[in-house]
Each structure stands twice: as structure tokens, then as C-alpha cells.
């Protein structure tokens, strides 16, 4: 994966925080010096997707906050968009601790509540790359769909 750190969240002052994060980027394969950046400060981006990883208490056995954005798609309509998060919502609120919103620039949100005994970098680094694959895959699913429609409608015409 590639990644690089991003501007600076406000830190968690708790050493395990630090250690937990930084240790979960390298799991996810990030190199150490980023990994750490990740540690201190809880952002980085990972092959071009940002991600926040914060504690709801300075305590690495969790909770944690972790989220994500993702532009939308060239060649996908503003309604379109939002329809594909509106539905991706339901889904991701019926398996898991997430949730998709919009922002003000148009981009998707997405976040989600890591439950507590997620203190092992291997654990929460599941939840973190399950978090980057379901905005990846909503993003990927309404490019296709949109790229099917336009298809669809050249031909009947």
C-alpha cells in the first residue's frame, strides 16, 4: 500500500494510543516512518484515501473513531451519488458500526465506531482496511452502475 501522513488531528496524549495506531499502520503495510506520523497523530493516507483514527477515550482498548472520505466518481450525477450513499447507509449500519454522510463539498463521509477490545494493532487494522474497502467499493459499484446506465441508454436510443 502506499501511504503518506497527512496534516496533523489532535494527538491523543496516551503512549499506548500512539503505539496502537502505529502498530496497525504496519500491519497494513505502511512504512515505519509514516506508521509513526499515523501513531502520533492519527491521520495518514493510504493509496491516495485519507484516514483518521481517533480514541473516544485515551485508552488503546477502544472505543475508537475511525473515518474516511471519497470524492464523487467523475461521470456520476450529483442525485446518483447521494442515492448510492443513502442506500450504502442502510447496509452499513445493518453489519457494522457505520455510517455514510455527505460534506459540504459534495464528498462522502464515511465513519465508523470501532467497539472496545480492539487494543491489538491487528484487530483494529481489520477494521481499518474493511473501513477503506466499503467506501471503495461503493465509490467502484456506482462508477460501474453509472457507466452501465450511460451504456444502457446509448443503446436504445
Known amino acids: 500500500m502506499t501511504a503518506s501522513a497527512s496534516a496533523s488531528a489532535t494527538p491523543s496524549g ?11 499502520a504496519l500491519v497494513l503495510g505502511i512504512a515505519a516512518p509514516v506508521a509513526s506520523h499515523f501513531g502520533e497523530t492519527g491521520v495518514i493516507e493510504i493509496a491516495g484515501e485519507p484516514l483518521v483514527l481517533q ?10 473513531i475511525a473515518s474516511t472520505r471519497a470524492a464523487r466518481p467523475d461521470g ?5 451519488w447521494i442515492d448510492a450513499l443513502l442506500l ?8 457494522a458500526h457505520a455510517g455514510f454522510g455527505l460534506a459540504p463539498d459534495g464528498e462522502a463521509v464515511l465513519v ?10 491487528s484487530l483494529l487494522a481489520i477494521q481499518l482496511s474493511g473501513l477503506l474497502a466499503l467506501i471503495d467499493s461503493v465509490r467502484d459499484g456506482v462508477r460501474n452502475a453509472a457507466a452501465t446506465n450511460a451504456s444502457l441508454s446509448r443503446t436504445l436510443q
Open 76 to 80: 456520476v450525477s450529483e442525485e446518483t
Open 88 to 95: 450504502a447507509n442502510n447496509h452499513a449500519q445493518l453489519v
Open 112 to 121: 465508523l465506531r470501532i467497539p472496545p477490545a480492539h487494543d491489538d494493532p
Open 55 to 64: 480514541p473516544l477515550h485515551d485508552d488503546p482498548a477502544g472505543p475508537w
Open 14 to 24: 496516551h503512549p499506548g494510543v500512539h503505539a496502537c495506531r502505529r502498530d496497525a
